[in-house]
């Protein structure tokens, strides 16, 4: 190009991620974009030319499952972690309650039976709740605790065990809360966009809106738009739709299934800011709520989880999201859920071949050997949480077993088998940090240096193209991010050291200088 460039870092080690010119010391940026490396911009003027003093350049991070809503409105919740014992818990409850009008909805997080050893019950909340709805959030999301207040208000056919309600019957008690306005939705994504971007990551799959178990109300995407507008939105973010929000339209044709969003939207629609992604499908539940759904029982326990519905439901959910014109996100963290899953993908293919729609498996937590080639036949995308063996893996490994552990969020299995492996972080279930869970893709070992799974270790390189090329694949913006070629975005992470050339054991702790997004610091002006 000619002309001047709106910025040029210089002095820099830059690691593009593209195997054509995989290294350099100058990137020029102009109006958002790469515009060149090298000996093609260091000649050039430039508006604001900023050495870097030997700092590591990568391509932004994309964090390609995570919950932006969740996490914002987390930060300002009470909490009842990390407490170990009962009454501890109580009483975090009713500090909470003491702040709450009477009659109030009282949402309190950090609720985890494994630190208690045994589930809390509706009548303990009873006495700690003064008049007030308690609803006692999972740590994983699929399940909470409620005292007398919301369950004497919940339909008769509601499951509960004593006030423990997991997944669906959760969803049936979240909807019994007033709605949150807009505004509030918008402000809880700005705070959790701003936490994102302090850690590197530039764009993010926001990991289902609009549905009964993880959604907030039916203007949850308005509010993505309100951030948009006002130029808070820290990030870029592509939103999948929770499939219970597709209503019946009518018979299909080749363009559209019997289900779909008002004025036909899906998988695509949008700008480099905001977009429609894919159409997310529950199949199963998590491992911390014993939920998610196994071919065989949990070690020591006498369940093997459960699918969220009736299979052919849930079969025929995917089916007519791929008949749609849907990329898809099928949550299934089990090897059960997982069967389902590429039954329904392999299905869909048969039906209607669309080998360019780069359907994914959200989670892939548990993944025989036998389901690995059949994985790569249908080009399903493995999208996992590194961090959830970082921070959960002696607790996974221990209801897993011997034979199983090996088999959990899986790395150099899915890539001998061609498979793109994609990682993410599923905020605010486990820590966010896209450098900690590279950390864990390479050395395999929990934060108590228990090492689950060896064999499925892969190199930084590869770890790094997980957060970089591969995120850029699944969301389908291979073709603007990912990496640091000219005329892609230019979105990138500036590094206190190179991940390639520290220790292993250090890598979650290098510094992230600064993020770049659009080529700038601050965030977007307003529209």
């Not at 709106?6 to 100058?26: E, G, Q, S, W, Y």
């Not at 501890?88 to 997080?109: E, F, K, M, Y």
């Not at 709605?179 to 990551?201: F, L, M």
């Not at 044709?253 to 998988?267: F, Y």
């Amino acid at each position: 190009m000619t002309g001047t460039l709106c910025t040029r870092l210089t002095n820099a080690h830059i690691i593009t991620m593209d195997p054509d010119r995989p290294v350099a010391h100058d990137l020029g940026i102009w109006h958002g974009r790469i515009a060149g490396l090298d000996e093609a911009v260091t000649g050039l003027p430039a508006r604001r030319v900023v050495d870097l003093q030997g700092a590591t350049v990568l391509p932004g991070f994309i964090d390609s499952h995570v919950h932006l809503a969740w996490t914002g409105f987390k930060a300002n919740t009470p909490t009842v972690a990390p407490c170990t014992r009962v009454d501890d818990v109580l009483d975090a409850v009713a500090a909470a309650v003491a702040r709450s009008p009477h009659g109030a909805w009282v949402s309190v997080a950090g609720y985890d039976q494994r630190a208690l050893g045994r589930h809390l019950t509706a009548a303990e909340l009873d006495k700690v709740s003064d008049g007030r709805k308690v609803f006692l959030l999972h740590e994983s999301g699929h399940a909470c605790v409620v005292n007398s207040a919301i369950l004497n208000r919940l339909p008769a056919d509601v499951p509960h065990e004593n006030g423990f309600l997991a997944e669906g019957a959760m969803g049936a008690a979240r909807r019994l809360r007033d709605p949150y306005t807009q505004e509030e939705i918008a402000d809880a994504i700005v705070r959790a966009g701003r936490i994102c971007r302090a850690e590197g990551v530039t764009a993010c799959a926001e990991a289902g809106i609009g549905g009964r178990l993880f959604g907030h109300g039916p203007i949850e995407l308005g509010a993505y738009q309100l951030a948009r507008e006002q130029g808070r939105l820290p990030l870029r973010v592509q939103l999948m739709i929770a499939a219970d929000v597709l209503h019946p339209i009518g018979p299909p044709d080749e363009n559209h299934g019997p289900r779909a969003l008002d004025l036909g939207l899906r998988t695509g629609f949008g700008d480099d800011w905001l977009s429609v992604g894919a159409l997310k499908v529950y199949t199963d539940g998590g491992m911390m709520a014993r939920t998610a759904a196994l071919s065989s029982p949990y070690e020591g326990m006498g369940h093997a989880g459960q699918l969220q519905e009736d299979p052919e439901l849930l079969i025929d959910t995917i089916v007519n999201g791929h008949l749609g014109g849907w990329q898809l996100a099928v949550h299934a963290i089990g090897d059960r859920a997982a069967d389902l899953a590429l039954d329904a993908l392999e299905r869909a293919q048969r039906l209607r071949p669309r080998p360019g729609a780069r359907h994914r498996i959200e989670h892939a937590g548990l993944i025989r050997p036998d389901q690995l080639p059949r994985f790569a036949r249908l080009g399903a995308i493995a999208v996992v949480q590194p961090n959830f063996l970082r921070y959960f893996g002696d607790d996974y490994a221990s209801i897993m077993g011997e034979e199983r552990a090996p088999w959990m969020y899986r790395g150099k299995g899915f890539l001998d088998q061609g498979i793109t492996l994609v990682g993410s972080s599923d905020r605010p279930v486990a820590d966010g940090s896209p450098l900690r869970a590279i950390q864990f893709m390479v050395e395999r070992a929990s934060e108590s240096g228990r090492l689950i799974g060896p064999d499925e270790a892969i190199t930084v390189d590869d770890a790094l193209r997980s957060y970089t090329v591969g995120g850029a694949f699944a969301c389908h913006w291979d073709d603007r991010a990912g990496s640091l070629t000219p005329g892609k975005r230019a979105d990138l992470v500036v590094l206190g050291d190179d991940p390639r050339r520290v220790d292993v054991a250090r890598i979650g702790d290098i510094e992230v200088v600064t993020t770049l997004v659009d080529g700038l610091e601050g965030e977007p002006h307003a529209m």
